[in-house]
Structures are given as C-alpha cells and as structure tokens.
C-alpha cells in the first residue's frame, strides 16, 4: 500500500524566490542531535518557521497559531504540553506571550536523561556531552550471588523520570478581575469578578490552559465587535460562551485572523454613561 500524499498551499517546486528561512548551522547541528518525540519536533520546527521565516528572533505565539502551521487536527492540550517541555528543556525561550528559538545552545538539554545529586537529592539533567555510567555488579564466585560495588562519594548517574520541584500556582485574582471588568465594560452586562465565582472559574481554567489575558481580551473584542446588537448572538456574549474549553481555541484563532485582517474595534455600548469617543476602554485598566 502507498504512502498517502496529501496537497497543501505552497507545495510544488522549492524555490528561494519564494522566501526562506536562515538558520545558524550550529542550531540546526544541536536540533539534530537532541532526542526529541515526534510532535517536539514538527512543533520546533513550527516555532523557527514563524519568527526566523520572518525575521524575527521571538513573537507571540499561540498554541492555534502553531496548530494551524502544523495542519495539526489533535487535542491542543498535546501542543501546550511539547512547548511547555521545549521551554523546560532550553530550547525554547518565553517571555509574556513572545516566544522564539534559545540562540544559547549552552542552554539546550540534549537528553532527557538525569542525575541525582547526592548533596541535594534533587534530580538534575546530565550536561551535554555526559555519559550516562550504569552501575555494575559482580558476582561472588563462592556464594553465586551478584553483589555491588561500594558506593564511591560521588554523583551515581541513574536512568529515572525528571521530577521538577513544586511550583507555587500564581495568584489570578488580578487577571480574572481585568478580563470579567472588560467583558462587563464591552457589554453592558455585570458579571462578577470573582476568582471562586462561575465566570472567574472559567477565565481560571483558560488561563491554566496556557491562554494569556491578552487572549482572553482579545476574543472579547472580536465576538463583541460581531455579535453586540445582533438580534440572536448578542446573549453569547456571557462567560459561558467565550471561555467555555471547547469553544474558545476556535474564537481565538478567529480573533487573530480578525486582528490580522485590520478589522475595527467594536464601539462601546450606550451605558453607564461611557464616553464613546474615548477608545482606551478596549484595553484600558478598570477599578473595582
């Protein structure tokens, strides 16, 4: 049975008349030789494809950005997940929302192989270029059991699974308050901008996702900018509805094609007494 063979824009014959991406020899050197999945790899490649394709050394960067890159039909959560280990491991660096190739190769962890440090306990990636030592054990030729050598003070290198030490979560107060007051603020409406409350729990759970506020912001600018004062939509302009996990990747992926494409902000509502001649409500800082 054939290889399927699959026709995407773009393909034809190689060319750079139609543009190419310039890459450090030694960068391409070390991703060569880094044992990544797969996934890892294809989403690596996503990430210098859309900032050094275009002349940029970082840029924001969403894990639909990258899935639409990728042709990628999978759970996105799978995305978050490679570039969250990426990032983890030096090869890639974040910064907000920008994110780009780590030019310090120094950085990058090659392998996914540690070792326990015996001071600390903690287990820590080997150094490039490390050798991963496995211990051996001889065999007592009167009895013909096996026995160990005596432990030596030094760092006894072991095959085991990466434990990173615990990280205290962030508070997310600030952020459920800025994203529910600019919902309230684009709507007229007056949800509660509680961390424990429905709405608050939602912007929660999209931001423990891997989704920014600027996101969040932003797909409140876009579907408010399409759906207030229309006749049916309109009363999808809840929580409920934008930040629901299996809507929102779709209404964020809409909203940066919206951005890209120069559409204009939506004009606030006729409430509260708002000067609609100022425009900062959009991404403006609102008091309780």
């Given at each position: 049975m054939g290889a399927e063979i699959h026709d995407f824009p773009g393909a034809g014959q190689a060319s750079l008349s139609e543009g190419y991406t310039r890459i450090a020899n030694n960068l391409l050197?070390?991703?060569?030789?880094?044992?990544?999945?797969?996934?890892?790899?294809?989403?690596?490649?996503?990430?210098?494809?859309?900032?050094?394709?275009?002349?940029?050394?970082?840029?924001?960067?969403?894990?639909?950005?990258?899935?639409e890159a990728l042709a990628y039909q999978g759970d996105i959560a799978n995305l978050r997940r490679e570039l969250r280990q990426l990032v983890t491991r030096?090869?890639?660096?974040?910064?907000?929302?920008a994110i780009g190739p780590n030019p310090n190769l120094s950085q990058w962890q090659l392998g996914k192989r540690v070792k326990t440090d015996p001071k600390?306990?903690?287990?820590?990636?080997?150094?490039?270029?490390?050798?991963?030592?496995?211990?051996?054990?001889?065999?007592?030729?009167?009895?013909?059991?096996n026995r160990h050598p005596p432990k030596k003070d030094q760092d006894q290198d072991q095959e085991i699974p990466l434990n990173p030490p615990a990280v205290?979560?962030?508070d997310l107060?600030?952020?459920?308050?800025?994203?529910?007051a600019h919902l309230n603020v684009a709507t007229g409406r007056r949800y509660a901008p509680r961390l424990d409350g429905a709405s608050g729990k939602l912007v929660v759970a999209r931001l423990n996702?891997?989704?920014?506020?600027?996101?969040?912001?932003?797909?409140?600018?876009?579907?408010?900018?399409?759906?207030?004062?229309?006749?049916?939509?309109?009363?999808?302009l809840r929580p409920e509805t934008l930040?629901?996990?299996?809507?929102?990747?779709?209404?964020l992926v809409e909203a940066l094609q919206w951005r890209e494409r120069g559409q204009p902000r939506a004009s606030p509502p006729s409430h509260g007494g708002l000067d609609h001649t100022d425009m900062s409500w959009i991404n403006g800082?609102?008091?309780?």
């Open positions: 050197d070390h991703l060569l030789r880094t044992e990544l999945s797969g996934l890892q790899q294809r989403v690596m490649l996503a990430v210098l494809r859309l900032t050094y394709g275009y002349g940029k050394s970082s840029d924001w960067l969403s894990p639909g950005q990258i899935a030096g090869l890639l660096l974040k910064q907000g929302r600390t306990g903690q287990n820590r990636p080997l150094a490039n270029g490390s050798k991963l030592t496995r211990k051996r054990v001889k065999t007592d030729s009167k009895t013909g059991q205290s979560k962030p107060t600030e952020p459920v308050r800025q994203v529910i996702a891997g989704a920014s506020v600027d996101d969040l912001l932003l797909v409140v600018d876009c579907m408010t900018a399409q759906w207030l004062n229309h006749p049916t939509m309109e009363r999808y930040f629901r996990a299996s809507k929102f990747e779709g209404y800082d609102w008091s309780e």
